[in-house]
């Protein structure tokens, strides 16, 4: 069964912090590496950080040194620790495997408050 399950998003005031986790079934995250997107009001989805099998990060550079991203390959589990969270992080937040899957679990709100 294909599976993702975000959670951890919640509304928070700008300069605080929230962390993602996101479980995947093994079909998705088997040896992949996997991403967390985000997709604002108004505008497409997109990449904003990826972690191989291996432990290699990629962030986009407007992110880098706000978010972390981590996984926990014996638990199918990968996380987005996001920090001094602004505004414009306001978004639905998902992970996937990357490059993406046609599979897209719920998401997960994260809404940051000026």
């Known amino acids: 069964q294909v599976q993702l399950v975000e959670s951890g998003g919640g509304l928070v005031q700008a300069g605080g912090s929230l962390r993602l986790s996101c479980i995947a079934s093994?079909?998705?995250?088997?040896?992949?590496?996997m991403g967390w997107f985000r997709q604002a009001p108004g505008k497409q989805r997109e990449l904003v950080a990826r972690?191989?099998?291996?432990?290699?990060?990629h962030y986009v550079d407007s992110l880098k040194g706000r978010f972390t991203i981590s996984r926990d390959n014996a638990k199918n589990t990968v996380y987005l620790q996001m920090n001094s969270l602004k505004p414009d992080d306001t978004a639905v937040y998902y992970c996937?495997?990357?490059?993406?899957?046609?599979?897209w679990g719920q998401g997960t709100q994260v809404t940051v408050s000026s």
């Open positions: 996937n495997k990357s490059p993406a899957s046609t599979y």
């Open positions: 093994g079909s998705i995250f088997g040896f992949n590496a």
């Open positions: 972690i191989t099998w291996g432990g290699t990060t």
